[in-house]
């Protein structure tokens, strides 16, 4: 099933992808306009070094993630106090929080480039709702959350420290 569903996906993108040479082929722009262009179309952060990133490049949706540790609650960070690390982009809720993640950023990154734990442990990637998390052994851990599942809820039923050598294998295997 999973190979059918990569064959899929792999013809959505080609399609995709062809649909885009066929609109270059047809527009009046010289070569290198070209080559810029589908280099910007087939640019992605979403998968950025393995990670959970959305299309505007903000991790967790610009939560703090040191608010996660130090008030155990999510809270949004703002973009006058940002950080990159590895090409992420962080928002922080004030300058003592951007300063605690410049000094120590490993410490405050989510677990599984901020794929769902769960996820993690049933070998899949799950995006999240940054409102749903838990810190693991000192590692903020993220969780899908919708109309049908919570995962969080799964995760805290099942057995914690199973659940995690699951999904530390699984992140080993996919994190590139």
Known sequence: MKTLASLSLFGLVALTLTGCFSELQSANISDAEKKEVIQTDLESRAYLH????PSHGVALEGYCP???FAVNKPVRGKPE???KYNGITYYFVNAD???AFDSNPRKYLPAYGGWCAFGMAVEDKFPVDPKRFK???GKLMLFLKNKGVDALNLW????EKELTSKADA???KVQG
Do not use: E, L, P, Q
């Not at 805290?156 to 057995?159: F, K, R, S, W, Y």
């Open 97 to 99: 929080a951007k300063g």
């Open 156 to 159: 805290n039923d099942g057995h």
């Open 170 to 172: 699984h992140w080993k």
């Open 50 to 53: 393995a990670y959970n990133v």
């Open 81 to 83: 106090f940002a950080s």
């Open 66 to 68: 040191v608010a996660y």
């Open 135 to 137: 810190i693991v052994d």
